[in-house]
C-alpha cells in the first residue's frame, strides 16, 4: 500500500452571526469538498496549506482558529493501486471575496457550516465538517 499526505484549509467566514464555509468542487473526481493539496519540496504544513488556499480560491487568512490541524484518513485505488492518504486540515478565518483561481477546481461557494456535510462528497470529509460544527459552538 502507497501512502500519501496532503494539506488543507477549512476556510471559514461568519455572516449575520452565522459561520459559513467555502467548498470547492475539484475537476479530478468531480466532488465537493476543502481546498487541498500536496507539499512542494521544503514547505511546511502550514505552507502548503495556506498556498493551496490561495492557488485554489484566492481567499486571504485573517487568523487561525486553531494551531492544531484535522486529521482525516482514508483509503482509495489509483491505476489498482491502494493508496492510505492523510489529510490536515487548519480551521481558518477568511475574507469573504473568493475567486476561483485554479483550473483544478471547477466551482465554489459559501455555505453554513451546519450544511456543508450535505454537498460534500466523501464521507471522511463530511466528519470533518461535523468535528468543525463541533468546535466552532464552543467559540
Given at each position: 500500500?502507497?501512502?500519501?499526505?496532503?494539506?488543507?484549509?477549512?476556510?471559514?467566514?461568519?455572516?449575520?452571526?452565522?459561520?459559513?464555509?467555502?467548498?470547492?468542487?475539484?475537476?479530478?473526481?468531480?466532488?465537493?469538498?476543502?481546498?487541498?493539496?500536496?507539499?512542494?519540496?521544503?514547505?511546511?504544513?502550514?505552507?502548503?496549506?495556506?498556498?493551496?488556499?490561495?492557488?485554489?480560491?484566492?481567499?486571504?487568512?485573517?487568523?487561525?482558529?486553531?494551531?492544531?490541524?484535522l486529521v482525516e484518513q482514508y483509503s482509495f485505488k489509483?491505476?489498482?493501486?491502494?493508496?492510505?492518504?492523510?489529510?490536515?486540515y487548519y480551521l481558518v478565518e477568511v475574507s469573504f471575496?473568493?475567486?476561483?483561481?485554479?483550473?483544478?477546481?471547477?466551482?465554489?461557494?459559501?455555505?453554513?457550516?451546519?450544511?456543508?456535510?450535505?454537498?460534500?462528497?466523501?464521507?471522511?470529509?463530511?466528519?470533518?465538517?461535523?468535528?468543525?460544527?463541533?468546535?466552532?459552538?464552543?467559540?
Amino acid at each position: 500500500m502507497n501512502y500519501e499526505e496532503s494539506f488543507g484549509t477549512i476556510p471559514l467566514n461568519k455572516q449575520n452571526g452565522i459561520w459559513q464555509t467555502y467548498l470547492v468542487k475539484n475537476k479530478s473526481g468531480n466532488h465537493w469538498g476543502f481546498p487541498k493539496g500536496h507539499a512542494n519540496l521544503s514547505e511546511t504544513q502550514k505552507e502548503t496549506a495556506l498556498r493551496e488556499l490561495k492557488e485554489e480560491t484566492n481567499l486571504s487568512v485573517l487568523k487561525f482558529l486553531s494551531e492544531e490541524p484535522l486529521v482525516e484518513q482514508y483509503s482509495f485505488k489509483r491505476d489498482s493501486n491502494l493508496i492510505a492518504k492523510k489529510v490536515y486540515y487548519y480551521l481558518v478565518e477568511v475574507s469573504f471575496a473568493a475567486k476561483i483561481t485554479s483550473d483544478e477546481i471547477l466551482d465554489g461557494k459559501w455555505v453554513e457550516i451546519s450544511k456543508a456535510k450535505d454537498l460534500i462528497t466523501y464521507d471522511a470529509s463530511k466528519e470533518i465538517a461535523n468535528q468543525v460544527e463541533i468546535f466552532l459552538e464552543k467559540l
